[in-house]
T-cell receptor, first 114, second 115 residues
Framework: DGGITQSPKYLFRKEGQNVTLSCEQNLNHDAMYWYRQDPGQGLRLIYYSQIVNDFQKGDIAEGYSVSREKKESFPLTVTSAQKNPTAFYLC?????????????FGDGTRLSIL | DQQVKQNSPSLSVQEGRISILNCDYTNSMFDYFLWYKKYPAEGPTFLISISSIKDKNEDGRFTVFLNKSAKHLSLHIVPSQPGDSAVYFCAAIRYGSSNTGKLIFGQGTTLQVKP
């Protein structure tokens, strides 16, 4: 079945550590996205990638970094510079960035600070 | 600046009745609107969408209405079923600029359908 796989489902980080969240898709989609969800809030865009080897900052990129070396993979690193990293992180993809085709989401990674 | 707002955090309806979820937006340049449904500990799933050139789109039990003059859209679920209990997000998108492809989400409304 085609879809988006995020791993791990739960992740714990110690203060000062960097952690990387995995996102893999086998939908052959060009565009991929990372969102953060906090309680009582909508999804906020962290980074997005229109095509392989390209990515741009979203609305809340500070303290995060990404790479897009392969079409199917878009890992997100939460760095120690992110002061409030506890949240539910969602990865999404779409056929391309410029169409009205909906984004498809993975099941998320919940990150907590020890 | 919250461009897309869902002012009702929660809604409770009886099974078989109509559920109406509301969403307001401030940017008249939005071209497309989407509704997503989300269960706990899962990612959102796409439900239904509407172009800004239309005022209604229907898909089975789900209908979305768009009132551009009021900058308001609503999702109607008829009849409501217990399996519809979830968080519903509305989202908007604007094409033709550097914002193309970037979804703007509302805060979500939690729907509970009671048997």
């Amino acid at each position: 079945d085609g879809g988006i796989t995020q791993s791990p489902k739960y992740l714990f980080r110690k203060e000062g550590q960097n952690v990387t969240l995995s996102c893999e898709q086998n939908l052959n989609h060009d565009a991929m996205y990372w969102y953060r969800q906090d309680p009582g809030q909508g999804l906020r865009l962290i980074y997005y990638s229109q095509i392989v080897n390209d990515f741009q900052k979203g609305d809340i990129a500070e303290g995060y970094s990404v790479s897009r070396e392969k079409k199917e993979s878009f890992p997100l690193t939460v760095t120690s510079a992110q002061k409030n990293p506890t949240a539910f992180y969602l990865c999404a993809s779409s056929i391309d960035f410029n169409s009205n085709q909906p984004q498809h989401f993975g099941d998320g990674t919940r990150l907590s600070i020890l | 600046d919250q461009q897309v707002k869902q002012n009702s955090p929660s809604l409770s309806v009886q099974e078989g009745r109509i559920s109406i979820l509301n969403c307001d937006y401030t940017n008249s340049m939005f071209d497309y609107f989407l509704w997503y449904k989300k269960y706990p500990a899962e990612g959102p799933t796409f439900l239904i969408s509407i172009s800004s050139i239309k005022d209604k789109n229907e898909d089975g039990r789900f209908t979305v209405f768009l009132n551009k003059s009021a900058k308001h859209l609503s999702l109607h679920i008829v009849p409501s079923q217990p399996g519809d209990s979830a968080v519903y997000f509305c989202a908007a998108i604007r094409y033709g600029s550097s914002n193309t492809g970037k979804l703007i989400f509302g805060q979500g409304t939690t729907l509970q359908v009671k048997p």
